[in-house]
């Protein structure tokens, strides 16, 4: 079936620094690819998406570029902040039900 | 702004105590979901639903059951709260557009002692 594969963390960045955060996925058909953020305590918040290969998402910094030759979607900024400490869940829509599958989370530590 | 409220952010409950946890969203969505977020295990689907009064289980659904009476609310019901219940759930509401992607709430962080 469909999965999602993330990096595992921690990763711990000083501020500035450049981030990515991979992630790969297995699907039939053409899913959606989603990037969601979890600041502490709270749920999770949609940061980007992308509907079709070489789609671009970006929001707030961030990009994740869809590429169906390599079947990733990694996430990437150019400079962290502390504010920028998370988790991030990278998920992709199954094409038939529209539910989402989601990776197991990537934990970002920013330090000053 | 759109939202997905869930009724508490932190509940403590007694083993054996039947537990309510109630999530309502106010964008018109048709489908609902419940997960449960535990450190190590990621997000685990327990149930979900596409259309009121519709139910279809997740990945783990022992030990729980669901109620979508309402298009806006769908409750999730801990039958007999057990110690290894303690968790976060979510809940997520999404259109019927495939593509959308999920809303959710801020989560409910319970514990059963």
């Known amino acids: 079936g469909d999965s999602v594969t993330q990096m595992e963390g921690p990763v711990t960045l000083s501020e500035e620094a450049f981030l990515t955060i991979n992630c790969t996925y297995t699907?039939?058909?053409?899913?959606?690819l989603f990037w969601y953020v979890q600041y502490p305590g709270e749920g999770l918040q949609l940061l980007l998406k992308a509907t079709k290969a070489d789609d671009k998402g970006s929001n707030k910094g961030f990009e994740a570029t869809y590429r169906k030759e390599t079947t990733s979607f990694h996430l990437e900024k150019g400079s962290v902040q502390v504010s920028d400490s998370a988790v991030y869940f990278c998920a992709l829509s199954d094409g038939n039900t529209g539910k989402l599958i989601f990776g197991q989370g990537t934990t970002l530590q920013v330090k000053p | 702004d759109v939202k997905v409220t869930q009724s508490s952010r932190y509940l403590v409950k007694r083993t054996g105590e039947k537990v309510f946890l109630e999530c309502v969203q106010d964008?018109?969505?048709?489908?609902m979901f419940w997960y449960r977020q535990d450190p190590g295990l990621g997000l685990r689907l327990i149930y979900f639903?596409?259309?009121?009064?519709?139910?279809e289980k997740g990945d783990i659904p022992e030990g729980y059951s669901v109620s979508r009476e309402k298009k806006e609310r769908f409750s999730l019901i801990l039958e007999s709260a057990s110690t290894n219940q303690t968790s976060m759930y979510l809940c997520?509401?999404?259109?019927?557009?495939?593509?959308?992607?999920?809303?959710f709430g801020s989560g409910t962080r319970l514990t059963v002692v």
């Open positions: 997520a509401s999404s259109p019927r557009v495939r593509n959308y992607g999920y809303t």
């Open positions: 964008m018109d969505h048709e489908n």
């Open positions: 699907a039939t058909g053409y899913p959606s």
């Open positions: 639903s596409y259309d009121v009064k519709m139910k």
